[in-house]
């Protein structure tokens, strides 16, 4: 289904990423034998990665047919960033996530290969005001979120991660073809006391302009997981009038 605002064509299906954040193995494969036929793309973070069957999930749910968001935020010297995006790209994982600084950001971008997808963290769904001063930011979490985007697509990075209070300014400040992935959301009817501080819902994330979003807890943590994913999965359909 083609997004309104950037003309990408991108099944309605695959636009709901679920956040594996469990801490073993065996609980992720349980979780995406139970979503079968709901959820058809999912999220590695680096607790489930490092839980010593990092690369055996990731073979798993791709000989399984299924969509890889690799979510480590590589941070290192460039070339051990160029290396590790060349073991994830060869493993046929669909995202993976880089830090944004330049040099880190351009060598992942060249050795990324024909299929995997490069996405920069702009800035985490757990930052405020207050921690961006603490980190000695002097502008606010959207011109942060803005000037990394274009770096990140100057570097040859094929997208970012934001939240959704940053789309509609990445959509009419950056190029349309840009990939944004919102973290962060939660229903409407869900908006639990956690560590993301900067939320939307499904629909208003899609509505402004996302290409996908990440949800965690309010599937993982539901009473009935592929009821609450298919309510999402429904409401995404219903944005995009299918």
């Known amino acids: 289904m083609s997004d309104r605002v950037s003309g990408k064509t991108i099944p309605v299906a695959q636009r709901l990423i679920f956040a594996l954040d469990v801490p073993d193995v065996d609980q992720a494969m349980a979780l995406v ?5 709901v959820v058809h793309f999912y999220k590695i973070g680096l607790e489930l990665f490092m839980s010593g069957r990092g690369f055996e999930l ?3 749910l791709v000989a399984r047919d299924l969509k890889v968001f690799l979510d480590l935020k590589f941070f290192d010297v460039p070339a051990t960033v160029a290396a590790a995006v060349r073991q994830v790209a060869g493993r046929g994982a669909t995202f993976a996530t880089v830090h944004g600084n330049q040099a880190i950001m351009e060598a992942a971008a060249a050795s990324k290969g024909a299929h995997l997808k490069i996405l920069a963290v702009t800035a985490l769904t757990s930052l405020d005001r207050g921690d961006l001063d603490d980190l000695g930011f002097a502008c606010d979490a959207e011109a942060l979120v803005l000037s990394r985007a274009r770096r990140a697509l100057a570097a040859g990075c094929d997208g970012v991660v934001s939240s959704g209070l940053e ?7 950056v190029n349309h073809e840009l990939l944004i992935v919102s973290p962060g959301i939660r229903p409407v009817d869900n908006r639990p006391e956690d560590d993301q501080k900067r939320v939307v819902s499904p629909g208003q994330a899609f509505e402004a302009g996302a290409d996908y979003i990440v949800v965690g807890r309010p599937i993982r943590d539901a009473a009935d997981p592929v009821a609450a994913a298919a309510a999402i999965q429904r409401e995404i359909a219903g944005v995009f009038n299918v």
């Open 33 to 37: 034998e139970k979503l079968d036929g």
């Open 58 to 60: 990731l073979d798993w």
């Open 167 to 173: 789309i509609p300014a990445l959509r009419a400040d």
